[in-house]
């Protein structure tokens, strides 16, 4: 499907509908043309069809073999990356990314489709833990017992605004979601419908391909009413969310509120604090300070680990990483934010610490008349008394904007960071001399994080088997779970334990003879026997 093709139309299973109530076009943030075709809102009959048949789907599709799973998700990656031109022309146009982002941003999709791929077929995500009977101990016999993680059911996914590909459509909720047995019905963000269409025709395919229940995928356009009823559906059994913090927590209390409530996987808020420690800053002040500001600037700042918040010990070292931070933020040029909203939001944020008694302005970006959603970096600095009095400089400013907090000794410093939310992750750039410090500081920083760079910088987010993307309220809803990595499948899915069950009657994760050669836990042990 090119750009020249697309609909206008949501997705129902294999057919294809274009909604009634109201609608939506995408809009190119540099120039503030609106882009065809519009995008027909769901109505509550479009909502009840797609999640009706994401549950009568769930029956068959929690049941597929591991081949024919993974299969299927190495299919939705094969028939995503053959669309590359057309995703990643559409991509551009309709958030202002710069193509390359967009390209790595592709490839980063289509490989956590073929990762999940692998855990499909690998098969310990399933969690298979034997423990054979043992009759004759004392005072009691031991059952037989028998357990393995199954999925939860239908998850609804919310498209994120700032990562068109990656955390979108295909993303990697739905990635892992798929990967676990569960049906999905996305609400497509309303920043890039095109693309939406786009990828979501490469996994309707995909799904048609392998022979699948249509329900296994379904795709709506709305607003918040039609998030409101797709959270709200019997037929949900989970939520991956990624987004603001106000519209994490209207997703958690309606999924609360309900009859028979559901887990919301929410990543919401973060400022991803980096701790510059004396060694380190009196060695490298400068090439710290121009490198914060390659982190800060990348993508317009839009990431969810942008570094907004910078902690250190005032001295000569900090004065030179300010010094080498503010020149590389004045010499940063304009671009464009994902579209006006976000961009008057970022404004309001930068506003509100330029207009702050405590707070000092060191640079801010250049500007640019042309661009009609541009987003200029900005830097502030204030001191540790002043953050601590005022929880309103600890929230999250949206862009290229960070605040550097000035401690005066260790135990000021430590209390910034026990003071601060909890976060995607923590930073800490140390020198050998810093590891004294640095080794008390760790523990603070694990109550506080879901992910520890040393020496290193949070943007970018490798995809793999240790990777955690998560982190305590209000970096997330849930801080025992991550959005990246292998063990995000572990959302969706439960355990059950079976007792003394007959052999024939076993699934075949747990069944004698492990018919799907996949590690196990037995009697305490790992293996593939």
């Known amino acids: 499907m090119s750009t020249e093709t697309l609909t206008g139309e949501m997705f129902l299973g294999a057919s294809r509908h274009r909604g009634g109530a109201g609608e939506v076009s995408g809009v190119d943030p540099r120039t503030g043309e609106t882009l065809s075709p519009a995008y027909g809102f769901a109505d509550a009959a479009d909502v009840d069809r797609a999640a009706t048949l994401a549950r009568d789907a769930f029956a068959s599709y929690r049941c597929t073999a591991p081949d024919v799973r993974a299969a299927f998700l190495e299919s939705v990656a094969d028939r995503t990356a053959a669309a590359a031109e057309p995703v990643v022309a559409r991509v551009v146009r309709e958030t202002g990314i710069a193509e390359p982002r967009v390209r790595g941003e592709l490839a980063r999709t289509v490989t956590q489709l073929r990762l999940f791929a692998g855990v499909v077929r690998e098969g310990s995500h399933v969690g298979a833990r034997i423990e054979n009977p043992l009759p004759d101990r004392t005072p009691l016999p031991r059952p037989d017992l028998r357990q393995r993680k199954v999925p939860l059911g239908p998850v609804a996914v919310f498209g994120a605004g700032n990562f068109p590909l990656a955390f979108s459509v295909a993303g990697g909720d739905t990635a892992s979601a798929l990967a676990a047995g569960c049906p999905v019905v996305v609400k ?312 003394d069950v007959p052999a024939d009657l076993l699934p075949a994760a747990v069944a004698p003879g492990n018919p799907l050669g996949i590690w196990r836990q037995v009697d305490g042990g790992f293996g593939r026997d």
């Not at 914060?292 to 918040?309: A, E």
């Not at 200029?376 to 550097?404: H, I, K, M, N, Y």
């Not at 135990?411 to 810093?434: K, Y």
């Not at 987010?461 to 997330?476: E, I, L, N, R």
């Open 188 to 499: 497509a963000h309303s920043g890039h419908p095109g693309t939406s269409e786009l990828v979501a025709a490469a996994i309707a395919g995909a799904v048609a391909e392998h022979g699948l229940h249509e329900g296994v995928f379904s795709m709506v356009y709305g607003g918040d009413e039609v998030g409101a009823a797709l959270v709200s559906h019997p037929a949900v059994a989970a939520v991956g969310f990624t987004g603001s913090r106000a519209g994490g927590l209207a997703l958690v209390a309606l999924a609360a509120a309900r009859p028979v409530p559901v887990p919301v996987y929410a990543e919401m808020s973060s400022t991803n604090p980096v701790v510059l420690l004396p060694a380190a800053l009196a060695a490298r002040g400068a090439a710290l300070g121009a490198a914060f500001v390659t982190s800060l600037t990348t993508g317009v700042g839009q990431l969810c680990t942008n570094p907004g918040t910078v902690v250190a010990l005032d001295g000569p070292g900090l004065e030179e990483f300010l010094g080498a931070a503010a020149v590389a933020v004045t010499g940063s040029p304009a671009q464009p934010m994902l579209g006006a909203s976000t961009c008057a939001a970022y404004a309001r944020g930068v506003a509100a610490l330029r207009a702050h008694a405590g707070v000092e302005e060191v640079a801010v970006g250049g500007a640019d008349d042309t661009i009609t959603s541009a987003g200029p970096a900005a830097l502030f600095t204030t001191d540790a008394e002043t953050f601590l009095a005022d929880r309103a400089l600890s929230q999250e400013v949206f862009g290229a904007c960070s605040l550097v907090v000035r401690a005066r000794d260790e135990g000021q410093l430590t209390a910034v960071l026990r003071a601060l939310e909890g976060q995607l992750t923590a930073t800490l750039h140390a020198d050998p001399a810093d590891h004294p410090l640095a080794r008390d500081l760790m523990e603070v920083l694990e109550d506080k994080a879901g992910r520890i760079v040393v020496n290193g910088w949070p943007t970018g987010v490798d995809v793999g088997a240790a990777m955690v993307h998560g982190g305590p309220f209000p970096a997330t809803s849930d801080g025992r779970s991550t959005s990246v990595g292998t063990l995000a499948v572990d959302r969706f899915l439960r355990p059950v334990a079976y007792q």
